[in-house]
């Protein structure tokens, strides 16, 4: 089951363009809701649901601007986000993807304000950005809760509301930027086959293409079509302002009435009107049959069973692994009284282990992976089924075995507890969902945008416990006609992952280019109140957890808070990849992901369904240096969850079959990523980088991964999960010494043997000079570039002055050097970033971008010639105070979500730092000085000793 609240929030990274989003509510966050668990669950036959909108304010302003206020004294910050009606379904052939290149010019300028938004949102602190889907465009920003920089960011919107200038020139330079971010789309070839999938499925109606639109389209509007477009639809009276936080409601309404109330709604605009499918488009039956197979892992019967649908489409192109997707776009609107019940069926198909299609295809091993989603929007919608095969079998065994599962439900009645596990989902994944400010707000606003009623997650709530056994099936048969389905295979043809030989520095990307002068920071200034912008760490009041050593040295962290009936658990085991060999590399993370598989008295399933029956997740991840644990729950529910996690980590059994089964699943994964060229990037910068037997260094291939046996994972185990090196952080709804107890009851007992393992860390040399390699991938349509060089760990007493210096030179796109040059001044980029990577030993300074292959020569000699600057000429004063703004700007920010207050606690023990160390951020931040970080700059950067990756398009 998918979640607004989770989309939305992958969304502020980037434009839906591959799916719908259906208003299932699932998936935890964090925040500040009040909501009583004894009310949610305080009668078995009558449930009560959460109530996200109570303490809402609804208030709409004479020019039809509707307001909805959420006041959350809690946390120190206040989100605001403000939705507008329109997406690409008021868009029409020839303008396809105008809404969301309108998006991205919001972020250009204004009349009274011509300059980069991005750089006024980084010195606000503000995290802020946009998204665009079929339906809506929304922009967001969270702020602390100083009064000015929440009227700050208010007035910001109400500007570009209106005003922005989205001429010729801010046109052509972001159209760019757009056309790479659509070949990032279809570097994926599942965007590829979705999205010839639903112009067959929506043919004539706004739903046929993709939310970023066609590139022929995307290239051919003018100035003139943007800005028509921009005054039928950015309008008071076709937006929501929400506002969710800290603050009083009686006292910002007046200055939200006063920066709004003075813009004027234009004419209303004109609603796209879906045509008639014609004629024998998607109603037409094919009579088509799949080919009959004698597949033994196919379950008797099924392969008899003729394939049926309207259309298909089949691609057969280069790719890694083959795909299946089916649309039925067969659904009503959101408002329709169905749409729980189909979320339900969804659910009921594929949430969880214990689910229909887990268990009929991935269980079996025919499947790596497998799905069902519901899509309603605001015009009809569709429901989709995705999976993929395993080696030896076929996308027609997947399909055979979907409809076999579909049509079991829609003739013999489900099990009701099924249907209770998915209802209980569906009401502690809401709450989970919407525990932190900025989902509440995503929560309203598409509630509002969409259902065009802000209450309308209650009525939703509310309906999803009334759906009854009856009521899946007779979904199940209306919706879910397989005569009216656009079937879509995709079919790879070459798969071209080879690593390519490394080239000499060459005069390509030493090209000698010179920068642009970097923008004045007083420019900034020009157009925010002078107080904001003021470098002054924010009066916290740091809570602190306590620290308590059990004695068998596990280490636990607990942290009370009563803001939601919920509690997060995040903790780390010295036991991370790093302790694999190269013969093995893999081992670390099968070994993590084999934990929930079985244990010594309960099988996957058992543990599964334990946790899916009360809404809980709990879930192992390996990385370089340890593994990490995460789990969420209702208060009420942590006795469970914390008794499956010890049951876990003293009694895992690694089944020798579930082995198996997740080893083809990682076969499949591996073959994913080495034809990703983000993902393969990475893989060989960090190979290059760090040498043979470096932590950093190993990487799973097809032969490692096949080498591990059952008995490594156990040994694995046995070695290195030990509660000496155990540390858990605990915060939530619940009393101290309760959960002192339940720890110590559960995990007491767990012993280790001899010292605890420690990784060893080999020099890391700098390289001698610039080495380049590239590597071509067929069937893509876009490049990726990673570039970097050894740097600092995280206990260099240079660590802050180099987050300084990374804020700016590549820490933030909108506003930073890099991303100021490279994609807003060249346009070379729809996204460039620099980071500093650090752990326990030594990191790298990291710049990644993508660019069409074409661009990727002048992108590299940019960021080499920026990054010659900084190190040769330091920063300025300038940008100095603007970078330690934003830094200090942002901190409260991200103490508004419990879960990254957990993960700074947890951070600070493992690191070995004082309790609570995190909370003196500001200050460090604070007392650095220019002569600091130009220090840093010319001791750490090293632009002339850098890898460089690229992995390219191949020519034809």
Do not use: C
């Not at 969301?100 to 009349?111: I, R």
């Not at 190979?687 to 037997?693: D, K, R, T, V």
Request: proline share 6%.
């Amino acid at each position: 089951m998918k979640s607004i609240v989770r989309r939305a929030g992958i969304l502020a990274l980037a434009v839906l363009i591959a799916g719908g989003m259906p208003f299932s509510l699932a998936t935890p966050r964090n925040g500040a809701i009040a909501i009583q668990i004894q009310e949610l669950r305080a009668q078995a036959q009558t449930p009560q649901p959460a109530m996200l909108t109570d303490g809402v304010r609804r208030t709409v302003l004479e020019n039809g601007l509707t307001v909805l206020t959420k006041e959350v004294p809690t946390v120190p910050a206040v989100s605001v986000h403000i939705w507008y009606r329109v997406g690409s379904r008021n868009e029409r052939p020839g303008i396809t993807g105008i809404s969301h290149q309108l998006e991205h010019l919001l972020f250009k300028g204004t009349k009274d304000r011509p300059i980069q938004f991005g750089r006024l949102f980084s010195a606000l602190g503000s995290s802020s950005n946009a998204f665009t889907s079929y339906d809506m465009t929304a922009y967001f920003g969270t702020v602390s809760s100083n009064t000015n920089k929440v009227e700050a960011l208010l007035t910001l919107e109400a500007d570009r509301m209106v005003n922005t200038v989205a001429g010729a020139e801010e046109l052509n330079s972001e159209r760019t930027v757009v056309l790479s971010e659509l070949d990032g789309y279809d570097n994926s070839p599942g965007n590829r086959l979705f999205k010839a999938i639903m112009a067959k499925a929506f043919a004539n109606t706004s739903y046929a293409w993709p939310v970023i639109g066609d590139r022929a389209d995307v290239e051919g509007y003018t100035a003139e079509q943007i800005q028509n477009y921009y005054r039928t639809y950015y309008r008071p009276d076709n937006a929501t302002l929400i506002v969710v936080g800290n603050f009083e409601t009686d006292e910002l309404l007046p200055k939200i009435k006063e920066t709004f109330g003075t813009i004027t709604a234009p004419p209303r605009p004109r609603t796209a009107k879906l045509p008639e499918k014609q004629s024998g488009t998607i109603n037409q039956v094919s009579n088509n049959r799949a080919t009959k197979t004698t597949n033994a892992n196919v379950a008797d019967g099924v392969e008899d069973q003729p394939v049926i649908y309207a259309d298909k489409v089949v691609l057969e192109e280069p790719g890694s692994i083959p795909l299946l997707r089916s649309v039925y776009p067969t659904l009503p609107p959101i408002t329709h009284p169905d749409t729980a019940a189909i979320d339900l069926l969804a659910s009921i198909l594929s949430s969880g282990r214990s689910s229909r299609l887990y268990q009929a295809l991935v269980q079996t091993g025919i499947a790596s992976g497998a799905r069902a989603s519901a899509a309603t929007m605001i015009d009809p919608g569709w429901f989709s089924f995705t999976g993929a095969p395993t080696d030896g079998n076929t996308l027609e065994d997947i399909d055979r075995l979907i409809l076999a599962e579909v049509k079991k439900i829609q003739t013999e009645p489900i099990d009701p507890a099924a249907l209770e596990r998915a209802q209980t989902q569906v009401r502690s994944s809401f709450i989970l969902s919407n525990r932190d400010i900025s989902s509440q707000a995503i929560q309203l606003g598409y509630n509002q945008t969409v259902a065009k009623d802000y209450r309308f997650s209650d009525r939703y709530l509310a309906d999803v416990e009334k759906v009854t056994v009856a009521d899946i099936q007779r979904v199940a048969n209306k919706y879910l006609d397989p005569q009216k389905r656009v079937l879509g295979l995709f079919k790879p043809t070459v798969i071209t992952a080879q690593v390519g030989n490394p080239l000499a520095a060459d005069g390509t990307i030493q090209e000698n280019r010179t920068p642009s002068e970097p923008v004045d920071p007083a420019e900034v200034a020009k157009y925010l109140p002078e107080d904001v912008l003021k470098i002054k760490a924010a009066e916290l009041n740091p809570v602190l957890p306590e620290r308590v050593i059990l004695p068998n040295s596990l280490t636990l962290l607990l942290l009370p808070d009563d803001s939601t009936p919920s509690v997060t658990i995040a903790g780390q085991i010295l036991a991370g990849t790093g302790f694999d060999s190269i013969e093995k590399a893999g081992l670390g993370a099968l070994t993590a992901q084999n934990l929930r598989n079985g244990t010594n008295t309960k099988d996957a399933l058992a543990l599964a369904a334990e946790l899916e029956n009360i809404g809980a997740s709990l879930g192992f991840s390996a990385g370089r240096e340890q593994v990490s644990i995460g789990a969420s729950m209702l208060a009420e529910d942590l006795p469970t969850v914390v008794d499956q996690l010890a049951d876990i980590l003293q009694n895992a059994s690694f089944p020798a079959d579930e082995l198996e089964l997740n080893r083809q699943r990682n076969l499949i994964g591996l073959k994913a990523e080495l034809d990703s060229p983000g993902s393969l990037a990475r893989r060989v910068f960090q190979s290059e980088l760090y040498p043979a037997g470096h932590p950093y260094h190993a990487m799973r291939t097809e032969e490692s991964i096949k080498a591990i046996a059952r008995e490594d994972l156990v040994e694995f185990y046995e070695t290195y999960y030990r509660p000496d090196t155990t540390t858990l952080v605990l915060m939530g709804d619940f009393e101290v010494e309760e959960v002192k107890q339940l720890i110590s009851d559960k995990l007491g007992n767990w012993q280790a043997k001899g010292e605890p393992p420690a990784l060893k860390y080999p020099t890391v040399e700098d390289p001698s000079e610039i080495s380049k390699q590239e590597i071509n991938l067929a069937g893509k349509t876009q490049a990726v570039t990673v570039m970097g060089h050894p740097a600092i760990d995280r206990y260099d007493p240079r660590y802050y002055t180099a987050l300084v210096l990374n804020q700016v030179l590549g820490g933030d796109t909108l506003s930073s050097r890099l991303g100021t040059e490279i994609r807003d001044r060249q346009g070379l980029t729809y996204g460039i970033y620099s980071y500093f990577q650090t752990g326990k030993g030594k990191g790298a300074f990291v710049v990644q971008m993508q660019t069409s292959g074409k661009d990727v020569d002048a992108a590299v000699a940019s960021t080499l010639a920026i990054m010659r600057d900084v190190h040769q000429n330091g920063i300025t004063q300038k940008e100095l105070d603007a970078a330690k703004a934003s830094l200090i700007n942002s901190f409260p920010v991200s103490l508004a979500n419990p879960d990254s207050i957990a993960g700074a606690i947890l951070r600070d023990q493992v690191y070995g730092f004082a309790i609570g160390d995190f909370y003196d951020f500001p200050q460090k931040i604070e007392s650095i000085t220019l002569s600091d970080v130009n220090q840093v700059a010319e001791e750490v950067l090293l632009p002339d000793q850098l890898v460089v990756v690229t992995v390219a398009p191949k020519e034809n």
